[in-house]
């Protein structure tokens, strides 16, 4: 199925602790995303990327995250100072820009605790 | 802005009986529809996509979408234990970078 590559799968961080998370896209897909699920399954959109630019980011993640999508480097998103509200499945998922479709594919995903 | 509800909240049903899920959202304009599975603390699997009023089958799913009732469906033909798991529906517009919004999703356990 998805070949979205999500490292680490699982990172535990005291507060105030920088928590870094890394997605490797499909190959080809120039579309980015993350989100953020909690425990309640509920999703929260934090950003995309369409090559290396913001397409959209909410306000918290550009008050309190750090993200980039380099050419030829994973994408990244960094927790600058860590809260345990942040703990949550972080998703990220990648997809072909439109017309041809824009499917997001998700990796599995990056649980971090924040202790 | 979007809402996005499913229901039932939570399924049981036994294997090889048919089992019916529903999403409604509240953007008439939403041309872009997913479901999606997440087997336990795992990533999403997409399943189906639907953008025009009628039917979409994809193997044992199928997705009905009417919009004009702001309803989406999907049907899993002959479920298996394996598909136990929590099923999201997801609602866009086609461009790209668009934004999902995803319903709370409907956990579903196929009883052998």
């Known amino acids: 199925n998805s070949k979205v590559i999500q490292t680490p799968r699982y990172l535990v961080k005291g507060q105030g602790q920088k928590a870094k998370m890394r997605c490797i896209p499909e190959k080809g897909h120039p579309v980015v995303f993350w989100y953020q699920q909690n425990k309640n399954n509920e999703f929260k959109f934090l950003i995309n990327f369409q090559n290396q630019e913001v397409l959209q980011q909410i306000d918290m993640t550009e008050k309190r995250f750090s993200a980039e999508c380099p050419s030829n480097s994973p994408c990244s998103l960094e927790i600058q100072s860590s809260e345990a509200g942040d703990s949550a499945l972080y998703l990220c998922?990648?997809?072909?820009?439109?017309?041809?479709?824009?499917?997001?594919?998700f990796g599995e995903g990056s649980r971090l605790i924040v202790v | 802005q979007q809402k996005v509800q499913q229901s039932p909240e939570s399924l049981t049903v036994s294997e090889g009986a048919m089992a019916s899920l529903n999403c409604t959202f509240s953007d008439g304009t939403s041309n872009n529809f997913r479901w999606y599975r997440q087997h336990s603390a795992k990533g999403l699997e997409v399943l189906v996509s639907?953008?025009?009023?009628g039917e979409k089958e994809e193997g044992r799913f199928t997705a009905h979408l009417n919009r004009a009732n702001l309803h989406v469906s999907l049907h899993i033909r002959e479920p298996q234990p394996s598909d136990s798991a929590v099923y999201l529906c997801?609602?866009?517009?086609?461009?790209?970078?668009?934004?999902?919004?995803f319903g709370g999703g409907t956990r579903l356990t196929v009883r052998p």
């Open positions: 997801a609602v866009s517009m086609i461009n790209a970078g668009a934004k999902l919004t």
């Open positions: 639907i953008f025009s009023d």
């Open positions: 998922a990648s997809s072909l820009p439109s017309p041809s479709g824009n499917t997001l594919y």
